[in-house]
């Protein structure tokens, strides 16, 4: 009988922390409009995700950053081919991992509602020296979309979006736009960096906070531990 569910009622660290507990070997798959990942375990390890677009350890952490979605999981026991090495804790400190550098991001760039605007002259000037990622970002620039809204809906991770964001900034190829405030028609977003953006999900970001607790109190337990005995 298939485990289904909903990431309102489990998110996704969750669920794979009991897959990994659980010593489970099948087939997961994880929805959500206009996409569908596959991801086959095998004694609770992730051994492949796939995608119709991508595959690998990088689809896992993209998951993690889905805030809603359905998953579907049904044991089965055949042999797979991995495109994964890392074990599943792996992934999910890697998680951890680009939620810290997201916390950095948000460092330098708080306010991701900011509507940005193209400067032509300077975009025909120089488009050419762009890095891919810039121009991929730029082409969503339209005096209407926050930069919450760029990042998500360019196909980025959202840091790689958010540094070609930068860049653009700092090469003046865009500009805020002060009359966006006044507009009707801005696409807004709501909530911190990683919720606007959807960089990760609740579920991931309370499980990361409590893994960063837990090594904490482990280092400093370590540390009472090889403290010398005073006489």
């Known amino acids: 009988m298939a485990l289904t569910g909903t990431f309102e009622d489990v998110g996704f660290a969750e669920l794979l922390q009991m897959l990994n507990v659980g010593h489970k070997t099948g087939k997961l798959i994880v929805s959500r409009p206009g996409e569908q990942v596959v991801l086959y375990f095998t004694n609770g390890e992730v051994a492949r995700a796939d995608s119709r677009m991508d595959s690998g350890p990088d689809l896992v952490y993209r998951i993690l950053g889905w805030k809603a979605g359905e998953f579907s999981f049904e044991r089965i026991d055949k042999p797979v081919v991995k495109n994964i090495r890392e074990s599943t804790e792996e992934l999910i400190l890697e998680g951890m991992k680009r939620f810290d550098e997201w916390e950095r991001v948000e460092a330098e760039m708080p306010n991701m509602h900011v509507v940005l605007r193209q400067r032509a002259y300077a975009v025909n000037r120089r488009y050419d020296t762009l890095s891919e990622e810039a121009k991929t970002v730029l082409r969503l620039v339209d005096a209407r979309r926050q930069i919450a809204a760029i990042v998500r809906e360019s196909g980025l991770e959202p840091v790689a979006a958010v540094k070609a964001v930068t860049e653009l900034l700092s090469e003046g190829i865009v500009e805020e736009w002060e009359g966006a405030r006044q507009s009707d028609?801005?696409?807004?977003?709501?909530?911190?960096?990683?919720?606007?953006?959807?960089?990760?999900?609740?579920?991931?970001?309370?499980?990361f906070s409590s893994k960063r607790q837990l090594a904490a109190r482990?280092?400093?337990?370590?540390?009472?531990?090889?403290?010398p005995d005073s006489d």
């Open 218 to 227: 482990q280092q400093s337990s370590d540390e009472d531990t090889d403290m």
């Open 185 to 207: 028609h801005v696409i807004r977003t709501g909530g911190s960096l990683p919720e606007a953006t959807g960089a990760i999900d609740s579920s991931a970001t309370s499980y």
